[in-house]
């Protein structure tokens, strides 16, 4: 069931997955506002990643750890809770932080559904007052900054685990 969710994800643009929570999913009996259309349709989306993440990080974890761990009386709950995530958690840090990121420049894509964020008051201004290039340049400044934010933090989390 896992596999087939995140082949999925993994499989389909964003924003069809934008469009299915939005359109489809009323006519099954599941009704959210556009805003928590868009955070649903995000959420699966990310979620379908981060577990690949996860579960490539705690694969990469030598058995030998795993082993050591039992034969010292460790229950499978603590080896993974105590052994594996800490060492994992090193290397699953970039690749969230990219999903992360890949998640903040996704949200654009829920101007289509009329949520407005970033993209969508820039179109509202264009629209208002036909400044397309100033608006969209300063667009991707505030993406450019809040993607440093993201990296920087990342950088940090980063060297307080080595």
């Keep these: 069931m896992v596999r087939a969710y995140v082949y999925f994800v993994r499989g389909t643009p964003a924003l069809v997955q934008i469009f299915l929570v939005y359109f489809a999913l009323p006519r099954v009996g599941f009704e959210f506002s556009a805003f928590w259309s868009g955070v649903v349709a ?9 577990a690949e993440i996860v579960r490539a990080g705690l694969q990469s974890i030598d058995g030998g750890q795993t082993e ?10 603590q080896s993974i809770l105590f052994i594996l995530l800490p060492q994992s958690l090193r290397r699953v840090t970039p690749p969230l932080t990219n999903e992360i990121i890949t998640l903040v420049k996704n949200s ?4 289509v559904i009329s949520i407005t964020e970033l ?4 179109q509202l201004i264009i629209a208002e007052r036909f400044v397309p290039f100033e608006l969209y340049a300063a667009l991707a400044i505030y993406y450019l900054i ?8 990342s950088e940090y989390v980063e060297k307080r685990l080595a």
């Design 68 to 77: 050591a761990a039992l034969s010292i009386g460790m229950t499978n709950r």
């Design 146 to 153: 809040i993607i440093t934010m993201l990296s920087l933090g």
């Design 42 to 50: 995000l959420a699966f989306n990310s979620a379908g990643f981060i």
């Design 119 to 122: 993209t969508r008051s820039a």
């Design 108 to 111: 654009s894509l829920l101007s």
